[in-house]
T-cell receptor
Framework: RKEVEQDPGPFNVPEGATVAFNCTYSNSASQSFFWYRQDCRKEPKLLMSVYSSGNEDGRFTAQLNRASQYISLLIRDSKLSDSATYLCVVFNTGNQFYFGTGTSLTVIP | NAGVTQTPKFQVLKTGQSMTLQCAQDMNHNSMYWYRQDPGMGLRLIYYSASEGTTDKGEVPNGYNVSRLNKREFSLRLESAAPSQTSVYFC???????????FGPGTRLLVL
């Protein structure tokens, strides 16, 4: 079983739409959780960390459900510039980060 | 600050050739990582160095060696390249293990 699983998409949404991505992780002892964004042929960059209480950064909201081992990312009022691949990342005991395969988002004018 | 830098940006090798990918960071981070990214596989950890003087295997270490030369530099060596090592290689660093990682721009490697 993979450490981190994501729906690969693609998600094609119109500008202004709300879109949600989900991610599940297999190790209940996982310690830290993140969403990264990766543009085509570029390096991943941190979008936001995910905290147990949930957190928001502008149009982006991240949620963590430890009981269900589930992480989500909600993007409201989608912009063309949000088009990218979104990577779910989990840090486990053993000092290793595990990446999901990514969810592709295209925002359409 | 340059952040994390990687050289070269692109490389073509023939099967059996060797090469070293270089990575350096100027953020005084303790931990450094090497990943490979393949279509449909996501990023997979090859090796990491939790601190200067230590290195550990990740998920896919076979065919690779690493050297943590000092706090700034972490190199990845392919001793005898194989076509299966065709990939995009990313170096990353973080202050300590479980916080934000910063990535270099990547090295695109093609092994013929």
């Amino acid at each position: 079983r993979k450490e981190v699983e994501q729906d690969p998409g693609p998600f094609n949404v119109p500008e202004g739409a709300t879109v949600a991505f989900n991610c599940t992780y297999s190790n209940s002892a996982s310690q830290s959780f993140f969403w990264y964004r990766q543009d085509c042929r570029k390096e991943p960059k941190l979008l936001m960390s995910v905290y147990s209480s949930g957190n928001e950064d502008g149009r982006f909201t991240a949620q963590l459900n430890r009981a269900s081992q589930y992480i989500s990312l909600l993007i409201r009022d989608s912009k063309l510039s949000d088009s990218a691949t979104y990577l779910c990342v989990v840090f486990n005991t053993g000092n290793q980060f595990y990446f999901g395969t990514g969810t592709s988002l295209t925002v359409i004018p | 600050n340059a952040g994390v830098t990687q050289t070269p940006k692109f490389q073509v090798l023939k099967t059996g050739q060797s090469m070293t990918l270089q990575c350096a960071q100027d953020m005084n981070h303790n931990s450094m990582y090497w990943y490979r990214q393949d279509p449909g596989m996501g990023l997979r950890l090859i090796y990491y160095s939790a601190s200067e003087g230590t290195t550990d295997k990740g998920e896919v270490p076979n065919g690779y060696n690493v050297s943590r030369l000092n706090k700034r530099e972490f190199s990845l060596r392919l001793e005898s390249a194989a076509p299966s090592q065709t990939s995009v290689y990313f170096c990353a660093s973080s202050e300590i293990g479980w916080v934000t990682q910063y990535f270099g721009p990547g090295t695109r490697l093609l092994v013929l």
